[in-house]
Structure formats: C-alpha cells, structure tokens
C-alpha cells in the first residue's frame, strides 16, 4: 500500500489550563475533542500516546487521578480535554448525577465542543456504568465515538466478542447503530492514526463551515 503522507501529525502539544469551572474554559473559538471513561480506564496513558508526549497527561495506578478540567492546544488549532473519570459513581437518569456537576456543565454548556471521546476497557464485558453514561450522551445529543482502550491484553476473538456484545447492548437500549468506535493500544499505538484521522477529518469540516460566515 503506498504511504499515506498527509495523514495528521502533532507538532504541539501545550497544557493551557486545569479548572472545575466551565465559563474559566479558553475563550478560543477552536474544535475541542473531550476524553472521559471510567477511572483506570488508562486515559492518561491513551492521551501521551496520541500526543507523542510520555508526560503530557498524568498518569497513576490510583483511579480518580484526574479531578479537573484539563485543555492542552494540539497543534495550535485544536484542543484536546482531558476529563476527570466518571468513577463509581452512581448514574441515574432521574438526577443526571452522572459525574461531577462542572463535567455535566461542560458538556451541556461548551460550545467549542465537537466530539466527546468515551474510553471504555475493551477487556471488561459491557459495563453498567459505561451504557448508562453513553445513553446520557446520546439523550442530551451531544456528539460522541467510543474508543476500547487496552486492545493488546486480550485476543483478537475476545476484542470481537466483547465489541458485539456492546452492539447488542445498545440496539437493545433503542439505539438504530452503534456508534463509530476505535480499537485501541497505548502500549502498542494501535488505533493512533485512524483517531487522529478522525480528529483532522472533524477539524477540516469545522473550519470550513468557519470561513463560511
């Protein structure tokens, strides 16, 4: 196959702010790609390896790590937001108490926002927790891709298997398709360039329909 010379690749990547409070966000009216999942979902891990950075993220054995909002600007004309864990906290539809309060504002008040990025351990059976928060997405229309996190612990069978067991999961929930879904590996960069691909094919659209008005 020939090689593909024009796929994305980041340059830059600058930590710009960490707070609780979404009107504190960058002001920037700039593409933002959010990422949330359970904690110990290996977040951290995923986001250094996409960035090329070992440290940019903060990573830890302790779940809950992350507690803030965090921007770091990609290539100077995106942001990448790394989002605390929802946790074992309790997800109700009733209350929405899906995670903390400011990460509910952040997705219900962000503008800047074009895609959330929902990390789910592709070792695990469907999790509660997991179709709970994708449902929250899903009815507050909020734009969203699931990426498997830790591909490379388990066989290609399992990843199978565990994949379409989401499906089932979901188009039982009323749901008419899946949503799009990356396979990934920090330890092995599985899933880096066909994510990144995604993020410059969003970006392109979003620019374009920026230059329009």
Wanted: glycine letters at 4%; hydrophobic letters at 35%.
């Amino acid at each position: 196959m020939p090689r593909n010379d024009n796929k994305m690749k980041i340059n830059t990547a600058e930590f710009i702010v960490s707070n609780s409070d979404v009107s504190k966000c960058p002001l920037e009216r700039l593409p933002e790609y959010a990422f949330i999942g359970r904690s110990n979902v290996g977040k951290s891990s995923l986001i250094n390896m996409l960035t090329n950075h070992k440290n940019l993220a903060k990573t830890s054995g302790k779940p809950g790590k992350t507690q803030l909002i965090n921007h770091f600007k990609i290539n100077s004309n995106w942001f990448l937001v790394d989002l605390p864990g929802y946790g074992y906290a309790r997800v109700s539809k009733k209350t929405k108490d899906v995670f903390q309060e400011f990460i509910t504002d952040y997705f219900e008040q962000r503008e800047q926002l074009v895609c959330a990025f929902v990390l789910i351990d592709i070792r695990l059976e469907a999790q509660k927790i997991d179709l709970e928060f994708i449902e929250y997405l899903g009815e507050s229309e909020i734009p969203f891709c699931i990426i498997f996190t830790k591909a490379d612990k388990i066989s290609k069978t399992k990843i199978d298997s565990h994949i379409a067991a989401y499906k089932k999961q979901l188009l039982a929930n009323n749901w008419e398709e899946i949503p799009q879904y990356f396979v990934t590996s920090s330890t092995e960069g599985t899933g880096k360039d066909k994510l990144l691909e995604f993020i410059d094919g969003v970006n392109q659209d979003v620019f374009k329909e920026m230059n329009e008005f």
